[in-house]
């Protein structure tokens, strides 16, 4: 008997040449399409110290006009080597005519992000319109990040943060190399 939960029917493609096609509204993020791994540092004031971290972050689509995109993060020691998982997010990157983004964005700290962008130029800059925040989540008031495809292979990220009384200001920057180079593309 057919068994219509069986296997997942319409999994996402993670290549601009795989199938399903991207929709035509993805044009402006297709080259995003993938598994990115990096590492990357950051600060805020309000911390002792700054940190390294390794990152990994995925981009990829069903067909409908939105990437799905997820990423995880972990601090490095000063040799480099993991310490402990940091910050994961996961979200949606809702494509609009003109290259206008629409981006939820979710953390396990509580908070979540609703931001408003463009992709254009190789890169896509998002900040945020509204911070949602759980009962125990610390105080965020605005981010606003800058994905940048500095070549097909690398994508370079930058965030800034206006949190816990303090204005907007950089937190983190990585760059990250595209896991199996130059497939697809
Ligand atoms: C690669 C992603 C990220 C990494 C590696 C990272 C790392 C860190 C670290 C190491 C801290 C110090 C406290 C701790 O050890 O947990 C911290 C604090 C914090 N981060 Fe991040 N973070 C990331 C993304 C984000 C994002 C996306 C947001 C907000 C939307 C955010 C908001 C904050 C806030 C509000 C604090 C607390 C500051 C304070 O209480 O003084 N972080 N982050």
Redesign the pocket.
């Known amino acids: 008997m057919h068994h219509p939960a069986r296997e997942l029917p319409f999994p996402d493609a993670l290549r601009p040449g795989a199938r399903p096609a991207p929709h035509p509204l993805l044009a402006p993020v297709t080259g995003y399409l993938g598994t990115w791994r990096g590492t990357?540092s950051?600060g805020?004031p309000?911390?002792d110290a700054d940190?390294s971290?390794a990152?990994e972050v995925t981009f990829s689509h069903d067909g409908r006009p939105f990437l799905a995109y997820e990423?995880r993060?972990w601090?490095l020691d000063a040799d480099g080597q993991p310490l402990r998982p940091?910050?994961r997010?996961t979200g949606w990157w809702r494509l609009q005519p003109d290259g206008r983004v629409e981006a939820l964005?979710t953390?396990p700290?509580g908070?979540a992000?609703i931001s408003v962008g463009h992709a254009r130029d190789g890169a896509v800059d998002l900040a945020t319109e509204r911070?949602a925040l759980a009962p125990t989540a610390?105080?965020?008031d605005a981010?606003r990040r800058r994905y940048t495809l500095t070549d097909p292979d690398t994508l370079t990220f930058v965030?800034d943060?206006a949190?816990?009384g303090r204005p907007l200001q950089h937190?983190?920057s990585?760059r990250l190399r595209r896991e199996a180079p130059g497939q697809g593309i």
Do not use: D, N, R
């Open positions: 990357g950051g805020y309000t911390l940190f971290y990152q990423a993060a601090l940091s910050a997010e964005i953390q700290t908070i992000e911070v610390k105080e965020v981010t965030h943060l949190a816990v937190h983190l990585a």
